[in-house]
Each structure stands twice: as structure tokens, then as C-alpha cells.
């Protein structure tokens, strides 16, 4: 949810600079001359500047910092300290990769394996987490995570194929799966919904559904869907989605549950004692097709923006759709009317249809192709 935006108070009214001048000429007296040009006129209009930016950003810009509906970046950070919420930081992709080499090679911890660079986009580097030893089959099959924090950093499956620096036991390496989990810092909005929850919640440890979407988050999950009596009475399922919207990997997976149930430090442990279990498991997405037809923009914008702007959008909708287990069409369609440009269009359709879609209890909505036309 977008920060709400701040409106400055009545006091802070009338405080242009012309205006403010224009009460200063009404304040001389009588017999000094006040007409554009003269002495007074000139020596005032300065002071009238400097008075204007004080309060119109100076005192506006200290208003808003001092709330944490309005405030942004470093000074958002310091009301998060206040209800001891760091900001997540950029996350590092992760996952395996496949070597195939010479039986009994050692691949030290740290060794980097790249995607080739391409025209549009440079290589990326994954380094290994931990030594490995290649099998007398001939492969070894090693964690890695990304060099460099991100989005950038997730790859799909069969892209990372090159070692930085060629070794002669190493014949081939190849992900079989996606690398991922690369994320951006916590933007402005999605850290102010966590404080303003932490404030709504008195941060309560009662264990109700609430807290353990507040902890999944502050682990680094985008989302959770809380399963309760999963495997029977006291047992809690969280079924997780990564700040991208992607189902969450075995990283994010056990960052999550190591911090609520924190194995090795029962001081620190979350998890309320009546409940036995906690498990957590990647979600199952089901891609959402948007297709819209007869698209009319005024000019301000165009369909790359609009798409973009969209797909920001409807993200938001997908919350209250997985609390549902219901995408509803119409929660949905209103939101291209919304988008700034957007003037009109024909036809809009989710999965080539009109009606609401149907998720299960586990599965989380993701947006696929976008197909708009004008």
C-alpha cells in the first residue's frame, strides 16, 4: 500500500512568495512608497523568498519526517528503529548448479561460475557456497549464490554454463533449475506497511495469523499464507512467496523458519510453545494472462508504462485474493481505468475470460503475459 500523501495544514496556507510580499507592501505605512521598483519593494521581495522556502519546504519537509505515513528513506529507517524494524536489504539469488568434470577434482568454496554476457546484458557471477569434491560418476552438484544483490541476479534454468577462470578438470556446468531470490531493497511503501503493522499489532506474540506474516517478512519473505492445524492441532504451515512475487527458494524457505523458531537459541524463539510444529514451503503460483484490446491513452503516456504501471497494481489485489481464494474479475478491471493516460478500452480478460478465478488454499496468484493492444 502507497504511503498516503501529505497535505499541508492550514497554517502553512497563503505562503507563496507573492504572497507573502504582497502582506509586507501592505504593512508600510502610508507615506512610503510601495509601487515595483522602489527601494522598499525591492529590500523586502528577498526576505519574502527566503520565508517562502522555509515554510513551504524547510517546515513542510519537517513535518513529513516526523511521521512515518510520510516519511522516506534514512528518515523512514529511524522510525522503523523505533519499533525495532530494520529495512530488508537487496538479496542475493540462490540455488544449485551441476558440474561435471574429472572424478576426484576439488571445487573450492568461492569458485565463480558465470552466464555469458549478452548484447543487452552483462555476465552474471554465482560463487560456491561450500567445497565440493566431484564424484567418482563424474558430477557434483554445488549450492551457489549470486555475486552481486538484486533482481538482476535470478536467472532461469541452463544459463549459467562458463567458469570465470577455466579449470581443466571441469568439463560442463549447467543449472537445471532457476537461480532465485535476488531482491531490491525494501522500497518506501512496503517498509511503511511493516511499521505501520508492527504499530497496529502491538507487536503481540500471541501467534495468530497476523504475526506470522509480520515474522515471515521480517525474514525477508514478500508474503505468506498461513495454513493453520496443517498436520493436526498445534501445527502451523506457512506457504511463502519472495519480495518478487515468486515462490520462495530453500534459502528463503529456511531464513524464515530458523527465524521464528530459532533452532539454536530458544531465548530468541518466536514460535509460541503450545504450537508443536511449524513447516514452510514454497507457495505454487498460478500465472494470471492479461489481454485488453481498444486501448485509448491520451498521450501521456504509453503501452510499456501502462503495462508496468498495471502489473504494479493488480499486485496489490493479489493480497486480498489469496486471504479470498478468489481473483474477482472485478476487483481486478477497474484498476486500467485508474492508470494515468488511460482514457478507455474495449476488452479485458484474465486467463481469456471474464469470471473470478479460483485459488487453493496454497496458491498464490503471479502475473504472466500482459497482451495490450491499442
Known sequence: ??????????????STEEEIHERMMANLPDDIDDMPGGFPY????????????????????????????????DWLDLHGQQVHLPRQEAQHASGHIRITGTAGAEILAGTVFCTPAT????????????????SEEGTVTVAVTAVESGTQSNVAAKTICIMAKPDKAVSEVINDEAVTGGTETESNDDYYDRIAAEYANSMTYLGNDSDYVRWAKEAGAGDCIVVSAADGPGTVKLVLVDRNGQPANETLIKDVYNYIVSPDDRAARLLPTACAKLSCVAATTVKITYECTGLSLDG???LEQVKKDFKAAVALVYDKAKNDSLLRYNDVRPLLSEISGVKDFATFTMNGGTTNIKLSQEEYPETGDMVFTE
Open 1 to 14: 500500500m502507497a504511503q498516503p500523501e501529505f497535505i499541508q495544514p492550514d497554517f502553512m496556507q497563503g
Open 300 to 302: 501521456t503516456t504509453d
Open 119 to 134: 548484447d543487452s546484458s552483462p555476465s552474471l557471477e554465482f560463487a560456491t557456497d561450500e567445497d565440493c569434491t566431484i
Open 42 to 73: 525591492d529590500f523586502t521581495m528577498p526576505a519574502a523568498i527566503e520565508k517562502s522556502e522555509f515554510i513551504n519546504y524547510h517546515m513542510a519537509r519537517a513535518l513529513m519526517i516526523a511521521f512515518p505515513q510520510y516519511a522516506w528513506d
